[in-house]
């Protein structure tokens, strides 16, 4: 455990970084960022499976566990940095994990109430799949598809490609419609919904079968284990769907802009009802936070995909102050 921590100001976000070498990094808002509910007052960068330290090979586990944490980042502060940056700008926070040495396993892969595949990654080109408890691995998807390569991958992104995956699986049966331009932000959202509708539609009870859930379960390992056993194995649905990146406390969506005037503006949303509006070169010290409220619930509001939506009513609003001030 270290016994200093580091610190980081990100002049432009207007925070401040800490850690102590442990599963979170705390933020603290600057004098022109508002408090509690713009940004949280933390985020977590334990491997979202490897949360245990026994988990770890036997080599590599500490002395002394802190714990059920598996924390991968370097405690020096050029890491320490990259990942707060990484943080604020929305992307995978980088934790330098080697999954040749550590490899991604999730057994009895769940979606929509079904555990048919296990899924992993062992650091090469693909992710793999395997019926569920077989151990007949075959390449599902290519990081190249997706513009990845081994060197740039974290376990987030794989957590949610294989979410992608298994949601274009679906699509490809026929079980969820596409819902209109990929957008990795609301990629299978009423995925659940759809799925349920499909099989009380396709799939109508049977025999002993006394649920819904159940003939969707029993069709759809059917499907896995036929597909399969055919000579070319899962290539039907090899690269199905796009990843899935929720918007929340984890992973932001912010967006900078300046006025005409030289004036920066920050625009956040962390996945809660509002998106917020504050300038880190501000004279006066935040407002409450309801005076620095941008829109509400974005993700809702979006006609489109939700990025590209979001910077257009930035732009619009730093239009508008533009007006004002001429």
């Known amino acids: 455990m270290m016994t200093n921590r580091l610190t980081y100001h990100h002049d432009r976000a207007d925070l401040t970084f800490t850690w102590d070498g442990g599963c979170q990094i705390k933020i603290r808002p600057g004098r022109t960022c508002p408090?509690?509910?713009?940004?949280?007052?933390?985020?977590?960068?334990?491997?979202?499976?490897?949360?245990?330290?026994?988990?770890?090979?036997?080599?590599?586990?500490?002395?002394?566990?802190?714990?059920?944490?598996?924390?991968?980042?370097?405690?020096?502060?050029?890491?320490?940095?990259?990942?707060?940056?990484?943080?604020?700008?929305?992307?995978?926070?980088?934790?330098?994990?080697?999954?040749?040495?550590?490899?991604?396993?999730?057994?009895?892969?769940?979606?929509?109430?079904?555990?048919?595949?296990?899924?992993?990654?062992?650091?090469?080109?693909?992710?793999?799949?395997?019926?569920?408890?077989?151990?007949?691995?075959?390449?599902?998807?290519?990081?190249?598809?997706?513009?990845?390569?081994?060197?740039?991958?974290?376990?987030?992104?794989?957590?949610?490609?294989?979410?992608?995956?298994?949601?274009?699986?679906?699509?490809?049966?026929?079980?969820?419609?596409?819902?209109?331009?990929?957008?990795?932000?609301?990629?299978?959202?009423?995925?659940?919904?759809?799925?349920?509708?499909?099989?009380?539609?396709?799939?109508p009870l049977r025999g002993a079968t006394s649920s819904i859930s159940a003939a969707w379960r029993t069709w759809f390992h059917g499907q896995v284990r036929d597909l399969w056993a055919l000579p070319d194995g899962p290539e039907a649905w090899r690269n199905a769907g796009i990843p899935v990146q929720y918007v929340s406390d984890a992973r932001p969506l912010t967006y900078e802009r300046e006025t005409a005037d030289g004036q920066r503006w920050n625009f956040v949303w962390c996945g809660q009802p509002y998106a917020y509006v504050y300038s880190p070169d501000s004279d006066r010290p935040a407002a409450v936070v309801s005076d620095c409220r941008f829109l509400e619930r974005p993700g809702d509001m979006a006609d489109g995909p939700v990025l590209p939506w979001f910077k257009k009513q930035a732009d619009a609003w730093i239009a508008a102050r533009d007006t004002q001030s001429a």
């Open 35 to 203: 408090g509690w509910g713009v940004v949280p007052d933390r985020f977590d960068i334990r491997e979202p499976e490897l949360w245990r330290s026994d988990l770890l090979p036997e080599a590599e586990r500490p002395e002394f566990p802190r714990g059920l944490d598996v924390v991968m980042v370097p405690a020096t502060q050029e890491p320490f940095e990259e990942v707060c940056n990484a943080w604020w700008e929305g992307r995978d926070v980088p934790t330098g994990r080697d999954f040749a040495k550590n490899p991604m396993l999730i057994k009895g892969m769940t979606g929509h109430s079904v555990c048919a595949f296990d899924v992993r990654y062992t650091g090469g080109p693909s992710i793999e799949a395997s019926p569920a408890g077989r151990g007949d691995w075959r390449p599902v998807v290519d990081l190249a598809a997706d513009g990845h390569t081994a060197d740039d991958v974290t376990a987030a992104w794989l957590m949610g490609r294989i979410h992608g995956w298994v949601i274009g699986v679906f699509e490809r049966l026929g079980v969820v419609t596409p819902q209109g331009a990929p957008d990795p932000t609301r990629y299978g959202w009423d995925a659940h919904d759809q799925t349920m509708q499909w099989t009380t539609t396709h799939l």
